[in-house]
């Protein structure tokens, strides 16, 4: 998928335009929340921006790269639950679970994510999580 229109539904399905959701945070690399960071990523993942993902991951466990599947298709971000992860918190966990489609069928995958705010950006840490293939 390529990147959208800024009048364009957003990929993370939240309802809203991609110039107004996860655009901004794409261009700019920086999130108020710790949710919005995490839709950004999903919408990184749908529209193959590895450069996103690695400057919105931790370092302490950032991989050197990212290899995106050219072959699964994101479709839709529901969250699930949230703690804290505010604009003024310095830490966060958000549940999700992101929905896909493949050469192998349809599935799930849900994660529980751990964020950090250092310096005012947050940055996805790492994640529980469980496979839902089959869904």
Same mark, same amino acid.
């Given at each position: /998928?390529?990147?959208?229109?800024?009048?364009?539904?957003?990929?993370?399905?939240?309802?809203?335009?991609?110039?107004?959701?996860?655009?901004?945070? %794409?261009?700019?690399?920086?999130?108020?929340?710790?949710?919005?960071?995490?839709?950004?990523?999903?919408?990184?993942?749908?529209?193959?921006?590895?450069?996103?993902?690695?400057?919105?991951?931790?370092?302490?466990?950032?991989?050197?790269?990212?290899?995106?599947?050219?072959?699964?298709?994101?479709?839709?971000?529901?969250?699930?639950?949230?703690? /804290?992860?505010?604009?003024?918190?310095?830490?966060?966990?958000?549940?999700?679970?992101?929905?896909?489609? @493949?050469?192998?069928?349809?599935?799930?995958?849900?994660?529980?994510?751990?964020?950090?705010?250092?310096?005012? %950006?947050?940055?996805?840490?790492?994640?529980?999580?469980? @496979?839902?293939?089959?869904?």
């Amino acid at each position: /998928m390529s990147t959208p229109a800024s009048d364009q539904r957003c990929p993370c399905t939240s309802g809203d335009v991609f110039g107004s959701c996860c655009g901004p945070v %794409l261009a700019s690399g920086v999130a108020p929340t710790a949710v919005r960071l995490m839709r950004s990523r999903f919408t990184a993942f749908a529209i193959a921006d590895a450069r996103h993902l690695l400057r919105t991951w931790h370092p302490d466990t950032r991989p050197e790269r990212v290899e995106l599947d050219e072959e699964t298709r994101w479709q839709r971000l529901d969250i699930l639950d949230q703690e /804290m992860g505010g604009p003024f918190d310095d830490r966060g966990v958000v549940e999700f679970e992101a929905f896909y489609r @493949d050469d192998a069928g349809r599935g799930s995958l849900r994660e529980r994510s751990r964020f950090v705010r250092e310096d005012r %950006l947050w940055l996805y840490v790492d994640g529980v999580v469980r @496979d839902g293939r089959g869904v």
